[in-house]
């Protein structure tokens, strides 16, 4: 449906430096016209891609420019608020990449109850009633954590070919897919595959996530937005957790609670075709060129979708001088500028490790800001992944129901119970931290969490060797009270900094040029890491004991804390072009 606009003022120019569409573009022509009447797409050609929007007084004038400098879509102009429209659109354009975390949190919560439910004689599967190897045990339980390996290496190679809206599309099929083959397998060799297949869409979907909602979302609010993705993947556990707690009892139960997965998908897939538009910066890299000029369709499709992720409607008596539409324009120009210089750096993947993994030409005229702003956004992302699997806390949870029955829990059901418990403990935990992400910043909550983690291991690592010798007490309390304590410090400092900032940053600091594969290896480093703990760590606590290897995660935290003193630059408030210039040294 075409809406129609009777246009206010006449004679207005472009602003100095906005980017131009070539004078053949029907709708720039027409809206340049001079008629009275003009189209939806005209005008968003007119008022957003040329912002040539004047009021007719010069006062006027400089005072919406500042309005537009200072607007923020999420909030509202000063002293005013647009939570009907604007509040909307930002909730959807982060809940459908949310759900892909949330599918991912519930494989590892619904897999510590499964590798019960799987040993159990009722189990419905070929080997019911005799026990699984450790082998087989490890391998069902991390067989979506290799996968999520193989997923994360598939976008490294073809992700920026695919898009960021198809690429939510594919983690969906792939989550839907894993989740029905899990349901119906009956022998190990058919689920260790699809828990492999599911495991793709994890990667594919942990992926792009970060990357869509910091591209599509407003600066001021991206930091609670990605943080808030983490929440979802914690609730994702919990889910897991009582739908294991749920069906304990249930003969084959396992097959249901792998299940659940699938309708979950569905939503995914349904928000994804019904309304999750384009990333704007995505189309704008990716679009043809009309000569020198980015080609005027692609532009126009980019402000469309930026004006639908804003909650801005060009409907019939849309005012071109509100301060929204002014901000959004502006924000486009800075938008297609961040393009324009992606587009003259973009590397093939041979160029990626050649010039950025080895620095080669970073001290070039040419693309030199690109490449060491690309280098040291690797450095911080490949740190924060790394140090985010090796403080040892995600590698607990796939074995949570095992590790509370061998702590004293008798009973699956009793275990997962617990579980549930610790799962609604870290959710809360994570929805503390998130009113704080945007205000008080990145770098002081992953410092205070780190801080924290780093003491509850010591204490964690004291508790254990206290038990082991027979010592009853330990800080003026019994033993048990004091690991209780010690644990819940850990998970609630985990959840106020690696669980959700260190996501937010890999979302944050690749430029828009390498941002497909960079963030791609900061996926793969994270799952890689994660599988490597998980194989080494029952070596490593055979040989060091419980306390040994409490103590050598803090050694790691240690190490973490003072990687984030010396390398995590702040990131709150700025857009990501900002940052870009400011990782490539240029601006400071």
Known sequence: MRVFHRRKGSGQSSAPGAPSISDASPLLARANSGESYETSDEFLARVVLQADVAPAAEEAEEGNAAGAAEFDPAVGDTGTSRPDIAMLA?????????????????????????????????????????????????????????????????????????????????????????????????????????????????????????????????????????????????????????????????????????????????????????????????????????????NADARLTAAQDLAKLRGLKSHSGADANDPAWRALASEMRETEAGAQVARANTLSIGEFFSQVLRGEGADSSNGGANIRATRSALKIGLGLMLFQQITGQPSVLYYASDILSSAGFSGGGVAQLVAVGLGLFKLLATASSLPFIDSAGRR??????????????????????????????????????????????????????????????????????????????????NFGSNAVVALVLPAVQSSLGESGTYFLFATFAVAAWLFIQSSVPETKGKTLEEIERELGGEGQ
Not at 135 to 154: E, H, K, P
Not at 221 to 250: C, D, H, M, Q
Not at 251 to 257: H, L
Not at 494 to 500: D, E, L, M, V
């Open 444 to 525: 002081p909550l992953l410092l205070l969490g780190v801080g924290g983690l780093t003491g509850a291991l010591v204490l964690l690592g004291f508790a254990a060797y206290s038990m082991s010798s027979g010592v009853t007490t330990l800080v003026g309390m019994p033993v048990a009270y004091a690991s209780v304590g010690a644990l819940l410090l850990y998970v609630a400092s985990y959840q106020i900094s690696f669980g959700p900032i260190s996501w937010l940053i890999v979302g944050e600091v690749f430029p828009l040029a390498s941002r497909n594969a960079a963030l791609a290896c900061a996926t793969l480093t």
């Open 90 to 294: 930002t909730f959807l354009l982060f809940i459908f990449p949310a759900i892909g975390g949330l599918l991912f949190g519930y494989d590892i919560g619904a897999t510590s109850g499964a590798l019960t439910g799987l040993k159990g004689v009722h189990a419905g599967v070929s080997w019911a009633g005799s026990n699984l190897t450790p082998l087989q045990t490890g391998l069902i339980a991390s067989g979506s954590l290799y996968g999520a390996l193989v997923g994360s290496a598939a976008v490294l190679l073809r992700g920026n070919a695919i898009g960021r809206r198809q690429e939510l599309a594919l983690a969906a099929l792939l989550y839907i897919g894993g989740s029905v083959c899990t349901y119906f397998s009956n022998d190990f060799a058919s689920l260790v595959l699809s828990r492999g297949l599911y495991g793709l869409g994890i990667g594919v979907a942990m992926h792009v996530a970060p990357i869509y909602i910091a591209e599509t979302a407003p600066p001021s609010v991206r930091g609670a937005l990605v943080g808030a993705k983490e929440a979802f993947i914690v609730a994702g556990i919990l889910l897991g957790y009582s739908s294991s707690y749920l069906l304990s009892g249930v003969d084959a139960g396992w097959r249901i609670g792998y299940a659940v997965a699938t309708p979950l998908a569905g939503i995914l897939l349904a928000g994804v075709a019904l309304w999750v538009p384009e990333s704007p910066r995505y189309t704008l890299l990716t679009a043809e060129m009309d000569g020198a000029d980015v």
